[in-house]
């Protein structure tokens, strides 16, 4: 089995260096180092840093000869595009795993997988039917997703600035389940891309990264597991049920049209497919709904109030609520540093303590 | 009388920042002791403050201390590192001299009442909730008038001068306070 020494042996061989100029680059004594190699010495935690440091892998790599799974297919997908997407990544999926080594461990609570058999397209709306029992049970409220998702399930859901046109992610390990969608303004396709990435984690699709850097791709969605999660997304988003009370039996007028839109908060187009492949309205009725803008559904409906609502909280940085929770829960227990927690909300240490700290007499604010 | 003070790389910066690591030595009388990341730590500060030379120089705080014993003990430092004080896997050696610290007097037998100081705000306050004898500057400096190596207008006025240099330590309302 490799030992430390083996590990740090591998990385003197790939820098191509005498074992001298090794140590220098590292900054250890050169004799230490032999010793060290040599199993007469034991590598202290400052040397394993400052070899990790130098050597560009973690203490973690050095210690156990394995690497984080997230870290793992982020180096493999090897995608510049992805770079700011997959930094986000493992910088949240890091903190809960350093969360969780104080015992605060995600909540995530899977649904019974339904029978995997049929079309693509049915196993994701089977799942979805499964997940959407869930959201009734813990009676959680869709209009805010992130939240729904995060209370229902137990994922951490997160919106950050991941790059020009970046859809979404979803990280799946043992220790991390974990949605992250780019900030944007057009809050539709934003719950898309949540409940898509939800479909991924309930699938159990992948381990590791799953990137989705353009959920609408064409290409992308021929693989059968992205279009079971497209499948999910939609039944989750439009439950058809909920689509045939909403069109009953008297027919369907626009502003209804635009009320259910608004309701579910989809884009007009996706809800004018969806009615349509139930046969709720017809071919010429759909071409009519879907032209209407998002815009002109929620001035029809007299909720542009909303409208406007869902575009900022769409457009703002939500750090993953459950794990800002724990974070602080470790904090406030006194387990650890309010480091952590200012870490994932991206905070100031300093300044957040002067918050928390403040005065909170009759002064003003 | 304490058997051991670790004092964290922020204090020993406190009073090189205002050329009294002479002082600091007097005040922690042959009892400071420090592990080989804060000595590192140390040693990475010397090129802004050059006065660090003097604690390195001066063997006062002992050999620097080799934490880990093991492998899993590394392990376990590495843990606190990251879950505790907020250090990131890729950036090893932040926050290594704290986790050190730490770990040594929490689990140490011959350190279990040492004092730890530190000006990190976020650090004093994990040190207190976890029962940790935990100081700041100002306490020593409060010792220092306490054993009449300073009197406590000459004390106060080197916290404001370390206050003047940028250091963030916690200063007194008035001069009297500097006393026990």
Request: aromatic share 6%; glycine share 6%.
């Amino acid at each position: 089995m490799p030992t430390i020494s083996d590990r740090v042996r591998e990385l003197l061989a790939r820098s191509g260096m005498s074992q001298r100029h090794f140590a220098e680059r590292v900054g250890l004594d050169s004799s230490k180092l032999s010793k060290s190699l040599s199993g007469a010495r034991r590598f202290s935690s400052l040397d394993l840093a400052r070899i990790a440091e130098a050597t560009q892998v973690t203490v973690d790599w050095l210690l156990t000869g394995d690497e984080p799974a997230l870290a793992l297919a982020a180096r493999i997908s090897g995608d510049t595009s992805s770079a700011a997407a997959i930094a986000e990544a493992k910088r949240l999926g890091a903190a809960r795993e350093d969360v969780a080594f104080l015992g605060y461990r995600q909540p995530w609570r899977p649904v019974r997988r339904p029978v995997q058999d049929g079309l693509d397209t049915t196993r994701g709306e089977r799942l979805a039917a499964a997940a959407l029992d869930r959201v009734s049970e813990a009676d959680v409220d869709l209009g805010d997703l992130p939240a729904a998702a995060e209370e229902a399930f137990g994922a951490d859901v997160a919106i950050g600035d991941l790059g020009p046109r970046f859809d979404g992610l979803s990280v799946a390990t043992a220790e991390i389940k974990l949605i992250l969608v780019g900030r944007g303004v057009a809050p539709w396709r934003q719950r898309f891309t949540i409940a898509h990435e939800l479909g991924h984690l309930l699938a159990r699709d992948d381990q590791g990264l799953h990137l989705d850097q353009d959920v609408e791709d064409r290409q992308h969605q021929r693989q059968p597991t992205e279009r079971r999660a497209n499948a999910f997304a939609a039944a989750f988003l439009m439950p058809e049920r909920q689509l045939r009370a909403a069109v009953g039996s008297s027919g369907f007028t626009p502003e209804a049209f635009a009320d259910l839109v608004c309701e579910l908060r989809v884009s007009p187009s996706a809800l004018a497919f969806r009615l349509l492949s139930f046969r709720l309205i017809d071919s010429m009725t759909c071409d009519r709904f879907k032209a209407l803008s998002a815009r002109q559904a929620a001035e029809l409906a007299g909720r542009l109030e909303q409208l406007a609502a869902d575009v900022a909280a769409a457009n703002r940085v939500r750090p993953p609520g459950l794990l800002a929770r724990d974070a602080y829960a470790a904090y406030a227990s006194g387990q650890a540093t309010l480091r952590p927690y200012a870490n994932v909300i991206n905070a100031d240490v300093d300044a957040l303590m002067d918050a928390l700290e403040a005065d909170t007499g009759d002064g003003p604010p | 009388m304490s058997s051991a003070i670790f004092c964290d790389t922020t204090v020993l910066c406190n009073f090189a920042a205002i050329k009294r690591v002479d002082l600091l030595e007097l005040i922690l009388r042959g009892r400071g002791r420090w592990t080989q990341a804060v000595a590192y730590e140390v040693e990475q500060s010397r090129g802004h403050l050059p006065d660090l030379a003097r604690v390195l120089a001066g063997g006062w705080l002992g050999e620097p201390i080799e934490v880990a014993q093991d492998d899993t003990e590394a392990w376990q430092i590495e843990r606190i590192r990251r879950s505790v004080f907020g250090g990131l896997a890729d950036q090893p050696t932040k926050h290594l001299g704290e986790a050190e610290t730490t770990f040594l007097i929490k689990n140490g037998p011959e350190f279990r009442s040492a004092w730890w100081v530190t000006d990190d705000r976020a650090a004093l306050a994990y040190g207190r909730a976890q029962d940790l004898i935990t100081l700041e500057t100002v306490d020593l400096i409060t010792d220092a008038v306490a054993m009449a190596d300073l009197t406590q207008e000459s004390a106060f006025e080197l916290l404001v001068q370390m206050q003047a240099h940028g250091r963030f330590v916690r200063l007194p309302g008035k001069s009297a306070d500097l006393s026990r």
